[in-house]
T-cell receptor, first 117, second 113 residues
Framework: GAGVSQSPSNKVTEKGKDVELRCDPI?????LYWYRQSLGQGLEFLIY????????KSGLPSDRFSAERTGGSVSTLTIQRTQQEDSAVYLC???????????????FGAGSRLTVL | SQQGEEDPQALSIQEGENATMNCSYK?????LQWYRQNSGRGLVHLIL?????REKHSGRLRVTLDTSKKSSSLLITASRAADTASYFC?????????????FGRGTQLTVWP
C-alpha cells in the first residue's frame, strides 16, 4: 500500500478481554516495528520484525503481549487479559532496512488508540 | 538507556519567530533523526543527519549535530501556525544501522498566529 495502515483506529474494551491490533506495512518494507505511546509520553519500543522473525522483542511489557508477522507483511499485536494500564496509542512503523540504505528511516501508521475500561 | 531527551518539553512562540529544540543522547551513534507528530497522528520523518555531518538543511529546517557533546538541535525558521506539533529526536541502537530507534519524550511546539 501507499502507507502504513493500522486497524482498528480506536478500540474500547473491558478489562480482562483480549484485543488484536493489526498493521499492514508499506509493500516491500522488510522491517516492522511496534511502539506504544501513553498520553503525553514518548514512544516505548515493544518489538521489531525483520521479515517474519523478531530479533528484538525485549520491549514487550509482559507475557500478555505477543506479536506475529506472516508472509513478511501484515503483523498482529495481541494483548491478552487487558489491564487499564494497557490504555495507550499503539503505533506501527515499517522501514526498508539494509546496509545499502545506510540508515533506518521509519514510516509510521496513524496508530490504534486502545482504551481499557 | 540510550534514549534521546528533547529540551524544552514545551515551547510557545509567535508566527514568524524561530523555534529551536535540542536533543541529548547517551551513546555513540551513526545517525540521528528528527520526527514530527501532529495531534492524534503518527510520526513523520523530517530529516536525518549522519555522524560525519555537522549541519544539514531542508527547507525551513536546520539540524546540527555535535557528537563530542552528544547533542543535536532542530531549528525551524519563520515558524507558521501549521508547525504546531510535537517534535522527537530518534537515535539507533549503539553503532547499528538496523534495529530499533530510541525516541525521547518530545518537544511540544505551539505557534500562535
Amino acid at each position: 500500500g501507499a502507507g502504513v495502515s493500522q486497524s482498528p483506529s480506536n478500540k474500547v474494551t473491558e478489562k480482562g478481554k483480549d484485543v488484536e491490533l493489526r498493521c499492514d506495512p508499506i509493500s516491500g518494507h522488510t522491517a516492522l516495528y511496534w511502539y506504544r505511546q501513553s498520553l503525553g509520553q514518548g514512544l516505548e519500543f515493544l518489538i521489531y520484525f525483520q521479515g517474519n522473525s523478531a530479533p528484538d522483542k525485549s520491549g514487550l511489557p509482559s507475557d500478555r503481549f505477543s506479536a506475529e508477522r506472516t508472509g513478511g507483511s501484515v503483523s498482529t499485536l495481541t494483548i491478552q487479559r487487558t489491564q487499564q494500564e494497557d490504555s495507550a496509542v499503539y503505533l506501527c512503523a515499517s522501514s526498508l532496512v539494509g546496509v545499502r540504505v545506510g540508515a533506518n528511516v521509519l514510516t509510521f501508521g496513524a496508530g490504534s488508540r486502545l482504551t481499557v475500561l | 538507556s540510550q534514549q534521546g531527551e528533547e529540551d524544552p518539553q514545551a515551547l510557545s512562540i509567535q508566527e514568524g519567530e524561530n523555534a529551536t529544540m535540542n536533543c541529548s543522547y547517551k551513546t555513540s551513534i551513526n545517525n540521528l533523526q528528527w520526527y514530527r507528530q501532529n495531534s492524534g497522528r503518527g510520526l513523520v520523518h523530517l530529516i536525518l543527519i549522519r555522524s560525519n555531518e555537522r549541519e544539514k538543511h531542508s527547507g525551513r529546517l536546520r539540524v546540527t549535530l555535535d557528537t563530542s557533546k552528544k547533542s543535536s538541535s532542530l531549528l525551524i525558521t519563520a515558524s507558521r501556525a501549521a508547525d504546531t506539533a510535537s517534535y522527537f529526536c530518534a537515535t539507533p541502537d549503539r553503532g547499528s544501522t538496523l534495529g530499533r530507534l530510541y525516541f525521547g519524550r518530545g518537544t511540544q511546539l505551539t505557534v500562535w498566529p
